[in-house]
């Protein structure tokens, strides 16, 4: 079993920066594949950023979000840089076991373990 609990979320300006957190619970958190996914009002859930063995963004974040994960903190982050309106939602992060399997990393029922989210609000 595996808690996650986001936070950094807030208010910021177009052009602006945040860095999400996300704390992981339990002693194998380096085996572990995390995922960040947003969502937005009247939206679907959407993939963001994937860290297992490999590195993947969606496109529309790639350039200016990173994703990075500290095995020692059990916390993984996203750095999120040249925030738009449009990168407001509700920012969730998600595990799932086995970090070298890469396959449906963008598919967010692949994940069965999920934190409660924190919110990001871009303003224009």
């Known amino acids: 079993q595996v808690q996650l609990v986001e936070s950094g979320g807030g208010l910021v300006q177009a052009g602006g920066s945040l860095r999400l957190s996300c704390a992981a619970s339990?002693?194998?958190?380096?085996?572990?594949?995390m995922g960040w996914f947003r969502q937005a009002p009247g939206k679907e859930r959407e993939f963001v950023s994937w860290?297992?063995?490999?590195?993947y963004y969606a496109d529309s974040v790639k350039g200016r979000f990173t994703i990075s994960r500290d095995n020692a903190k059990n916390t993984v982050y996203l750095q999120m840089n040249s925030l738009k309106p449009e990168d407001t939602a509700v920012y969730y992060c998600?595990?799932?076991?086995?970090?070298?399997?890469?396959?449906?990393?963008?598919?967010?029922?692949?994940?069965?373990?999920w934190g409660q989210g924190t919110q990001v609000t871009v303003s224009s």
């Open positions: 998600a595990a799932r076991y086995n970090l070298n399997y890469a396959g449906n990393y963008a598919l967010a029922s692949t994940y069965p373990y």
């Open positions: 339990g002693r194998t958190f380096s085996m572990y594949g």
């Open positions: 860290s297992g063995a490999s590195i």
